[in-house]
Structure formats: structure tokens, C-alpha cells
């Protein structure tokens, strides 16, 4: 199973004895919208509703820290979604937060992990079926066993800056990343990790909602000024669209990568560390 899988591809797929579709949709807060609702009111057939919200560390203030190994298994266990299995994950998020599913199931040790090109946006603009309520998810039995290399701490970031070894590549919007517009959550300073470089995760996609691919992808790092051949770092708000970032990188066969699972959440809360402002 390829890492990006298209409508086709799925539709042809559904029913499989090893299959577990996942809906990954969240939104950031004040949005007004209900990413569970919208999943009980339509999702592709059979699909579970991973909560990113809820898989989480709850002891760290930051938001959406990568939650201990026991209570991604279990959330997962309880979703049926298990050791040898293959997932699809999907979004209907401007987010793509399906992203964030995919890095945190091959962070944890999945085998088998896709994201769907397109999304619920494709698959719904293609006239296929859907089903609404829950599904009874049967358990299973998933084994979390974390990838230390796919985090990177606080520590870890500031120990690399201006060391001009590491690519940290931010997915925030232009005005967010150059302090021009507020941040979304209260307390936060203004700006950036100095020497970050800015591609907006709306980057990586195309008008249908399908990633792009090839050419056009490595359009996207060239132009943000990335310099692929170093290690890169990605990080964000709070860690989510970051993973759209290292999606990108993985389509195009890079491996050195690590999410700043703190992203500007922790950075920005923390007035010892240092910020940058503007574009870089």
C-alpha cells in the first residue's frame, strides 16, 4: 500500500478484512465547527472517528503533545484498530489534519499507514457513498511502541538554531509566521523560531484538494527557500499541520525528519526562548 492513496484506490479497497478506515478531521478552537458531528452526520463507510483533541498528553499545558505509548494503544484499541492492519486516513479539515493521524500511527509503530488524496472533499465531490451514526468498532489489540527520532523537544530546537545544520520549517500562515496577525490561542507571543523558514501547509495541495506531487511538490520546499538535502524540523500552532509538512517531505523520499510536537504553542509561551519577526 502506497502512502498516498487515491478515491479509487479506496472505494475498490472497502470491505477488506485488514482494512480500518479513519476519519482524523479537527478544527482549531473558535471555528464553531464539531469535528465528531460532522463525522456522525456523514464519513466514508465503516470509518472510525480518531479524536485528536482527546490523544493527547494531558499533564503537558501545551496542546496536542504526543500522548504516553499505554493511552495511544488504548485509544486505538478501543477504535479496533490494530497490530498488522492497514489504515487510511482522511480529513475534512482546511487543517488536512489527517497529516497529524498518519505521523502519530508510524510514530507509534504502525506498518501500514495511508492517507487518502483528497480527502472526505474528493470523495464526496465524486458523488461516493457515505453512512452516518457510529460504528460498533470490535477490539483490537495495537502494540505503541514510540520512535524517539520522530519528536523533536524544546530542548532539541534550541539546541540546533543558527547552527545551520537543520532546515525548521514552519506551517503556519505568512501573517502568523511574521507576527503580523494574532495567534489563535491566548498568551502567546508574536512571530517566529529564528531562522525558521515559512511554507503554509495550503502549499501542498492543489484546487481539488489532492496533494501535489513531483514537480509541483518540490516547487513548494524550493520556493520557501528549504533546503532539502539538511535534516528538517517542522513545527506549527500546536503540532498538527507541522505534519503536513513532513508528509510533504516523505512523498518526495525524505526520511530526516521530526515534528516539534511543542510547535509555536510552547515556543511562543515561553518568554526565555528567542523570537523572530517578519518573513524570513
Not at 135 to 159: E, M
Request: hydrophobic share 40%.
Amino acid at each position: 500500500m502506497d502512502s498516498l492513496v487515491t478515491t479509487q484506490w479506496l472505494a475498490a479497497e472497502l470491505g477488506a478484512p485488514d482494512l480500518r478506515v479513519i476519519d482524523a478531521t479537527m478544527f482549531l478552537p473558535g471555528t464553531g465547527r464539531d469535528a465528531r458531528a460532522e463525522y456522525e452526520a456523514e464519513h466514508i463507510a465503516g470509518a472510525v472517528f480518531m479524536d485528536l483533541d482527546e490523544i493527547v498528553d494531558t499533564e503537558n499545558p501545551a496542546p496536542h503533545m504526543f500522548p504516553p505509548e499505554h493511552k495511544f494503544a488504548s485509544r486505538m484499541q478501543s477504535l479496533g484498530l490494530g497490530d498488522g492492519q492497514r489504515f487510511v486516513v482522511y480529513d475534512n479539515s482546511p487543517l488536512h489534519s489527517s497529516a497529524r493521524a498518519w505521523w502519530m500511527l508510524k510514530s507509534f509503530g504502525a506498518h501500514y499507514v495511508a492517507i487518502l488524496d483528497g480527502g472526505l472533499v474528493k470523495w464526496k465531490a465524486e458523488g461516493r457513498a457515505l453512512e452516518s451514526g457510529k460504528p460498533q468498532a470490535r477490539h483490537a489489540h495495537f502494540t505503541a511502541a514510540l520512535d524517539g527520532d520522530a519528536i523533536a523537544d524544546k530542548a532539541f530546537v534550541s539546541g540546533i538554531l543558527g547552527s545551520g545544520e537543520h532546515q525548521i520549517v514552519d506551517a503556519r500562515s505568512a501573517a502568523r509566521f511574521a507576527g503580523e496577525e494574532q495567534e489563535p490561542r491566548p498568551g502567546l507571543a508574536s512571530g517566529h523560531i529564528p531562522g525558521s523558514r515559512n511554507l503554509p501547509q495550503t502549499s501542498f495541495f492543489n484546487a481539488d484538494n489532492s496533494w501535489k506531487r513531483e514537480d509541483a511538490l518540490r516547487a513548494a520546499f524550493d520556493g520557501a527557500g528549504v533546503d532539502l538535502s539538511k535534516p528538517m524540523v517542522a513545527t506549527c500552532g500546536s503540532g498538527v499541520t507541522a505534519a503536513v509538512i513532513l508528509f510533504g517531505a516523505h512523498l518526495l523520499g525524505k526520511t530526516d525528519i521530526k515534528l516539534y510536537d511543542g510547535s509555536w504553542s510552547e515556543w511562543g509561551a515561553d518568554p526565555a526562548l528567542p523570537k523572530a519577526r517578519g518573513q524570513a
